[in-house]
């Protein structure tokens, strides 16, 4: 499925992170948007390497396909989750937040099948590329690249 699973899962035949996620918090006027890797000590740099060339991609290279399957995975982590009162009440608190109101399943499907490649990379553009980043780390690091190296990965000089 996904380049960066795969390039993630695959780094020199075994792999270079024992357990990653990436995250998006937004807001109505603010958000965050990254990732959260678990990973050897010995393998640090190429992890930090391939996500950040990951993110780098969504600027470049995000295909129909790919969206079309994230929009499928979206879809189903929404709508299968549990229907607790206590599940229904995060989900409206974090609408509330976002949207300043609660929105209803229909807005968020048609929300959603909104979004295309070229979407994607146009946001993407707008706010990773040639970007500021933040960092933090913890454990033994001698593999962590410093961020003035971090934050030349964000924009790719294409010759």
Known sequence: G???VNAVANKMQVGCAEEFQAFNRFYKDTGMFGFYIVCDE????????????GMNLLSFSVT???VERAKRELKAKLFSAPTSAA??????????????????????????????????????????NDAEISTTALGPLHGMPQYYDLRRQTAMHRY
């Open 2 to 4: 996904n380049r960066v």
């Open 42 to 53: 010995v393998a640090v740099e190429h992890a930090m390497g391939e996500l950040m060339f």
């Open 64 to 66: 129909d396909e790919e």
């Open 87 to 128: 599940a229904s009440c995060a989900s409206l608190g974090s609408h509330v937040l976002a949207y300043g109101r609660g929105i209803p399943s229909s807005e968020m499907i048609f929300r959603i099948d909104g979004v295309d490649a070229e979407e994607v990379k146009r946001v993407a553009w707008k706010y990773l």
